[in-house]
């Protein structure tokens, strides 16, 4: 017993230690990430311009088929936040543009910035749909894991800003995890109850095999 706590105190005081002794370990994306991240690249290489991340200034070129688009800082995008456990996005949707139901492995808090959206997320445990209209500088939460989604409800384009506890947490459209895999149209009409035509219908729509 004696033995065994002495092991966890130790295994603590390297886990305290390696916390303090890191202040930062900027990506080396060269490497292969395993479960803690990525190696670092060497402190003496690195300059301010390695914290500074400038891809938000503008917005990318938006998808016709959402009318919206998402700039991405991930730890692949941002190299600094290896390790931090934190990532963002910047959220440009054009007038009735929509960001569809997705998932993260992580929470997220989206801000609005400009526009007007209708933001929402939909309980695990009694499917109850939750969602607001928000409008510049409101804030909503999205509970880790569950299906969310935006809407641009104003007359003007709308740009938000989210954050997640995780430098890379994942992202996955609903939309097109059912109808852009090579999930075949008989399982597809199964899972879904949705008919022959309508399946093959998305498939195109969204690329699937």
Not at 2 to 28: E, G, P, Q, R, Y
Not at 154 to 176: C, E, I, R
């Amino acid at each position: 017993m004696n033995n065994i706590l002495l092991f966890f105190t130790f295994s603590l005081l390297a886990t305290l230690c390696n916390a303090i002794t890191h202040d930062f370990c900027v990506a080396n994306n060269q490497t292969s990430p395993g479960p803690e991240g990525y190696a670092c690249k060497d402190p003496a290489t690195l300059t301010i311009d390695d914290f500074v991340y400038t891809a938000f200034r503008n917005s990318s070129p938006l998808n016709p088929m959402f009318n919206s688009s998402g700039t991405f800082a991930y730890v692949k995008q941002f190299p600094a936040l290896n390790g931090l456990g934190l990532s963002m996005i910047r959220l440009d949707l054009g007038v009735g543009g929509v960001v569809p139901l997705h998932t993260h492995r992580t929470s997220e808090i989206l801000i609005v910035s400009q526009g007007t959206v209708v933001a929402g997320f939909i309980d695990s445990s009694n499917y109850s749909a939750y969602y607001k209209k928000l409008e510049v500088g409101d804030m909503i939460i999205f509970p880790e894991s569950l299906l969310h989604f935006q809407v641009n409800v104003g007359a003007t384009p709308a740009v938000l800003f989210a954050t997640l506890h995780d430098p890379n947490p994942g992202l996955q459209f609903t939309s097109f995890a059912v109808f852009g895999s090579n999930l075949p149209v008989e399982l597809v009409e199964k899972t879904l109850h949705l008919d022959h035509e309508q399946v093959l219908k998305q498939k195109k729509i969204f690329g699937g095999s």
